[in-house]
């Protein structure tokens, strides 16, 4: 793999766009505000980097990552991203993006409640597990740190794993997009399981390796939280 485009260039999109350049990936990275609004990143990560509307980022290179809250799907680029294979690193939380009844009633998944708003793109989960300040700390960490991808369409989940892999870590293969609360927000394999703990400042947290038959454990012995009672 040696392009990608991001769309979000927030803590996570950054993030994967550090790691992405660093592995010799070509990257096109979007977000809300143009092109323009991306100088200084571009600057940082350097000569592998463009800034891209979203539509061009949805076009670019083996799969999309889609890093944005669940409020900006209305405005994503739907054309662009038809039968692409979007890696998306989303999470539901109520106080940003309102209640929305078919996560609060456990219905769907989010990643199911994402690809029934990108009915034509091949949605794959990735990357909403860890925080984004452990992502450079644990990528190509030893042991290496395992991170889970689940998706429906085997092709988007194998370019996804690939990826996850050159981005530096193990890649777990968690099933379907149906399995991937095991990893949501409040469940056994969420956030915490990366911390090395002892820090007053969740920000100062190094992050621990976190080998992958230790998350597969992790994985099975997941639960599945009451998402209506969530208060953040
Ligand atoms: N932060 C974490 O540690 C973490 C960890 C795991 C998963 N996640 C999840 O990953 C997702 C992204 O999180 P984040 O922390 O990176 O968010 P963030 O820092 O708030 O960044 C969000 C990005 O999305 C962009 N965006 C919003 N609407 C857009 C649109 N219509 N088209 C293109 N770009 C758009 C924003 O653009 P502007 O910059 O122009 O506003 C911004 O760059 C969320 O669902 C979050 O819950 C976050």
Known sequence: MTEIGIIGSGAIGAGIARLAVAAG???????SRGPESLNDLIDELGSRATAATAAEAARFGDLVVLAVPLGAYAALP?????????????NYYPYRDGRLEMLDSLSVTTAEYEQSLLRESRIVKAFNNIVAHHLAGLAHSTPRTALPVAGDDDEAKRASMEIVQTLGFDAVDAGSLTDSWRFEPESGAYT???FAGGHEDYLADPGAPLPADRLRELLAASHRPDVAAREF
């Open 192 to 194: 915490g399981i990366y």
């Open 78 to 90: 739907v054309e662009a991203l038809r039968g692409r294979p979007v890696l998306s690193t989303g």
């Open 25 to 31: 990936i070509d990257v096109k990275i979007a977000n």
